[in-house]
């Protein structure tokens, strides 16, 4: 294969603290409705120079957590308790200011839709070098310049003359990469992708996704790229972490949660996924039912009301007893089956049923 | 690569239309909008060609897919097929009768016929009104009063969709978006239809939520013989859903076939680079790997001769003079037609990576790959 292949497997957390290292995180919102438990005890690492993939379906707290990391909750509606250390420094908690310096700057991120995040007024290389200047101090023309290096990075052609373009002259796929050129242009540590390519056709999502591990390599950034798409993260990410009502359900490096899924949740969505080689005469077998209410959680296994693999467990513990992800380290789920049960369920009734 | 080796349209067999006659039947059909200019006088000084010049047929109780990128016409076709927009040329013959232009009047059996979805469950549904007066309305518009009244009728419905009875007098705005779409669905049931045009039904869905709605509408094709017309940008969605799948690129099929045909043996380098950039959630896929350099022109001013040359690997001479028509190369079963002057060759080619984003080509280097000269891209 070329440099093009698939990232290789996460290399072992080296025994000491991770880059970014997030400890009970608790995200509430109070709403008139009630509290909001968006995010509700998570745990998790990401080492430099890898790929951490979030999954989960829309509401289960993937957008939540990383606002939270990024300092963006309006702290007068939202309760964040927990932890979490960038490098070091704890920044539940931190002032303000300090969250500023170190946004743009040692994290940054890429959004959904790139023309919430551009201003329409100004040229696409004002907005890459004035990221730029904040941080920086650097004078107008240095910005400028920096501009076009990182237009030319992220491969948009005629980067001296497309840096005086705005917004609207560009194509969806140039904006997403305007976007990443923005983010990167300070060298962050830490980059937060929230599906950065979801509103974006294959061949150009093939695109973006392919420039991000290459500047991976290049720069040794951190990367959280939130999804809803297995295939995305499959071809990018080198850890998972399948959320669900605000927890991880389960963990892993790519090879583990995609090819021996150990959580009921995790089952359903790859059964959920038609594949392009799979039989096209078996139904798709979705997790029936729908997301959870957030302000009244099921009491137990917050998945207990979809789950078809109760009966495994013994007396009532499913809808009494919240299981915690297990082992605390490596691959592992939120759920009272057994390891051993885990095992054979995955091999005797979900392997047969993927593509 | 031979491109003499092709049969013409006329001389092969028609496109298979496995379950019989054509129900719907679409010719030379095309649609262009109008781009003004001007602030006081407006005039019009180009035109959007959405939808420039395709032939698609669906047979009784047929589902036929339509893929292509954002943009292309997916959604324009769609709507001249259930006659919302009227089309600038060409022929749209329903049930062998002809309703490309057909008045209002005209349209008024068909209509109920011919039924669509659409893609956005949270838009697609008046906030104010309840459900049972969302999927009841189209049975009092059209004066249709079913054995035991509407109510009883639209319950029926709500069950049929997988929804409780009970929620008809519920509003949207208390459903999720599964089951929004689910009540999209019923609405569209209503009338009986003998086609739906579904546009992105599953698109707004989360990936569990979408299962549910394809596998509804997989059984309403079965139990009630109903044809689909089923767009949407996931290949893999339309493959588990379509006997046929035509791919589209700026406003003309490129190419068409049966689902086994067009999947495994692509003939169109555009069909090849579309299917090779799915990302499957298996991370031992090791396909070949196309990447298409820059984006889709603009389709006001498309390129001249073949549409896909801006961004093909393969493109030469011919393919700007000429424009490739629709069909069936040598070495494609029947029905498989491929708009192309030097197509791939049968069969999936394997194990070499053609990378032609030139960023990336910048940064590897890569042996053996095919780097074309940047082009002008336009947007
Ligand atoms: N009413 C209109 N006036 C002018 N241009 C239009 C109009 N409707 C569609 N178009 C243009 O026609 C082309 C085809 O649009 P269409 O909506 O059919 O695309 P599509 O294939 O459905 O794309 P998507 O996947 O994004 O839904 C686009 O360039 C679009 O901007
Ligand atoms: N500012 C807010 N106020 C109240 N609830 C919120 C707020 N932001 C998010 N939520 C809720 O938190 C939950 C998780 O949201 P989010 O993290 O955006 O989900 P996703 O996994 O789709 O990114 C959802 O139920 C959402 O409605
Ligand atoms: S703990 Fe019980 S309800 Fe939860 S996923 Fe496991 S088996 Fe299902
Ligand atoms: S006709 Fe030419 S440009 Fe068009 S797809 Fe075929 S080889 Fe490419
Ligand atoms: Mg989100
Ligand atoms: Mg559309």
Redesign the interface.
Known sequence: ????A?PEEAPAPSGGASFLSVRDLQVRFSTEDGVVRAVDGLSFDVERGTTLGIVG??GSGKSVTNLAILGLHNPESTEITGSINLAGQELVGAPRRTLEKLRGNTMSMIFQDPLTALSPYHTIGRQIGETFRKHTGASKKEARDRSIEMLT???I?QPQTRVDDYPH??????RQRAMIAMSLVCDPDLLIADEPTTAL???????I???LK?LQQ?LGTAIILIT????????TAHNVMVMYAGRAVERGT??EV??APQHPYAW?????????A?S?DV??????G??PSLINVPAGCPFNPRCDFKEGVLGDRCTTERPEISPATGHGSACHLSVGQKQDIFIDQIQPRLG | MNDQLTLSKADGPSPATPSGEPLLQLTGVQKHFPVMDGFLFKRQVGAVHAVDGIDLTVGTGEAVGLVG??GCGKSTTGRLVTRLLEPTGGQISYQGRDIAHASRKELMPIRSEIQMIFQDPYSSLNPRQTVGAIIGAPMEINGIKPAGGIQKRVQELLETVGLNPEHYNRFPHEF?G??RQRIGVARALSLEPKLIVADEPVSAL???????V??LL?QLQKDLGIAFLFIA?D???V??FSQRVAVMYLGKIVEIAD?ASL?ERPRHPYTH???S??????????RE?I??????PSPINPPSGCRFRTRCWKAQEKCATEEPPLVQLSGNVAGHLTACHFPEEPGVAGGR?V?L????AA??D?AGAVIPE?RD?Q?
């Open positions: 294969m070329t440099t093009l698939k379906e829309s990075k992220v491969g052609p002259q560009f194509s969806g796929g140039m056709d294959v061949t150009v999502q093939a695109q996704l392919d420039l290459d290049e809803h798409d297995l295939g995305v993260v499959a071809k790519v090879r995609l090819k359903g969505l790859l059964s959920s996924m038609p594949s392009l799979g096209v139904p798709l077998r979705p997790v029936r729908t997301p | 990128e954002s999720s599964g089951q989360d990936v569990s939520i979408q299962a549910q394809v596998n997989q940008h290949l893999a969605i493959r588990h689902r999947y680079a579309l299917l950039a799915v990302p499957e959630a298996d991370p031992d896929d090791n790997r990447r298409l350099a820059g984006d889709v990576d990378v984003d030139p960023a990336l940064m590897e890569e940047p891209q947007d």
